[in-house]
């Protein structure tokens, strides 16, 4: 069974609806990311569960219990803001302590999980420290720590690592997820990185305009993008415009000079989408022209004028020789390396 | 950079800065020199001023119990001042900041207005409204049974505390503001999603924060009632003295002049004292939260 739930969740401001039939079920110990541009509704919809807003249309349950009907401070949710929001007249230790405080730990009690958890964190030795006297990284811990401590239902992180710089990030993303497969805190994650998302999550809630695009693992999202956004936002992508070749039999699937036989299931018009590193160069497929050839240590890309349009190519640098700046090439790729969707603009 | 360089832009600050340090010197410190020379000289009602060294006005001041009641008077008119527009202020500063963009300048302007009205007729305004048995406040007040005879007003320390307040509110509001606008805008959320009552939120999450704004507002509003003149001369007229109408008294009624420069003297020292030593007690107490 669901333990978070979202039923057609909306929220409308004024007359703009911000998000829009929103429904999602969140397994227990899940770890979730809600992936989208900036604007799309991502903080909105964590700030419903949070109780900070309310739902204009929908439902919010945990574990069967409708969430919306309980005052966000008997929730019982564990929050890291984009901003931290640390209390600054308050040491480390006084702001991971506040939460127990407030379900009036004893004081015994409340030291020894106040420690526990700035260990957990890896900041154990600055108790006494002062937000302001602290590094982003270790605020963002702090904030961590003072999230989990009360042991929530349910943590919920709102960008908590886009303050940091890329090797920090990298670093807390390790050790995020560590955290979160320790002590199996169900997890909601909101960011607009990508890589971020597909890291740390079980699944990812691609999201665009108030609206989800697609849910699903993060392999499936990248490798069968459900539209045109999701290929697009998840890494760089080729779509090349095709056609269904009913005609012949068995029908074909034609993009300029490459052809394959066509999926069920659709006709007309189409877009085929292929991850650049599923491209090859071969004698046969699309043809193509290099314009420019580009090393990146342990890959080559390659930007190509093809006849369906620019192309993406990246290759693993692997010894091989590779084609060089002008010349012509092949481009190909197997019938189950591409994504096929109906071409709406046709 | 070649040393004549050096020198000449080393040099260009303080010719930049000239202008306005000369006329800072000319009209600050050099009549602020003579008025605490002034409170030495001696002072006769046939001989006039005589420029000698004697310490009889500061004599008369230290010993002459009157001067003591007027300075312990104007110094609790600003300790009640103060105490009230923090009281005041703070909560109405929280309020404005959380209203949203129409209503929060509309209040603004309300809360700013008692700089743009003439003394006179807000000073006036208020006496009207307590005014003797006829005033609104007074009738209201003894309707309710609050009161059983009218506050007195004019000639009061009541009704300068009333009136000073008012015109000082918008430091302390506009002080308090500006410690708002630092906090973040998700401390609350925060506090609240770790259980936080409303009344807790504010009072262990907001208040130490925005206490350094009380503070530094409570400097202003001391500072400014403590040496106010208009208000307290146009409700405590001859009667009610505080130390700046006392020193006016003296400079254009009794024209002694060396005692007057001798009252302002003191009230200048014991405000700088007062000011300089409380803010560094609240910068030592606060350093937290200024970084
Ligand atoms: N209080 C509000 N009143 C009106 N509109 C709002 C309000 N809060 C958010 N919005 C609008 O709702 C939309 C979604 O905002 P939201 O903060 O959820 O985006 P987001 O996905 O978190 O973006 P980001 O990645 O930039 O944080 C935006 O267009 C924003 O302008
Ligand atoms: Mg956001």
Redesign the interface.
Known sequence: MAYLELDRVAKQFGAQTVVDDFSLSVGKGEFISFLGPSGCGKTTTLQMIAGFLDPTRGAIRLEGKDLTAIHPAKRGLGIVFQSYALFPHMTAAENVAFGLEMRNVPRNERAERVRAALAMVGLAGYEDRHPRRMSGGQQQRVALARALVIKPSVLLLDEPLSNLDAKLREEMQIELRQIQRTIGTTTILVTHDQNEAMSLSDRIVVMSQGKIEQIGTPQETYEKPASAFVSQFLGKTNDFAGTIDRTVAPTQLVAGSWRAPAPAGLGGPVTVSVRPERIGFGDTGLSAKIIARIFQGNHWLFQCDSECGPAIVIRQNDGQAQPAEGDAVRLTWRPEDMSVRARADA | MSAAAEERSARAPWALTAPALMLFVGVLLIPLAMTVMLSFHDWGQYKGIEPVFILKNWHEIATDPYYAEMFWRTFRIAILTTFLTAVLGAPEAYILNRMSGRWKSFFLLIILGPLLISVVARTLGWALLFGGNNGLVNKLLMSLGAIRSPIPFMFTETGMVIALAHVMMPFMVLSVWAALQRL????E?????????PA?IIR??IM??IMPGVLSGAIIVFSLSASAFATPAIIGGRRLKVAATLAYDEFLNTLNWPLGAAVATLLLVALVLIVVGSNSLIERR?A??F?
């Not at chain 2, 973040?184 to 401390?187: G, L, S």
């Open positions: 973040d805008p998700q401390i959320n925060a506090a609240m999603s770790l259980g936080a009552s807790t262990r999450i130490p924060q606060y937290e939260v970084r």
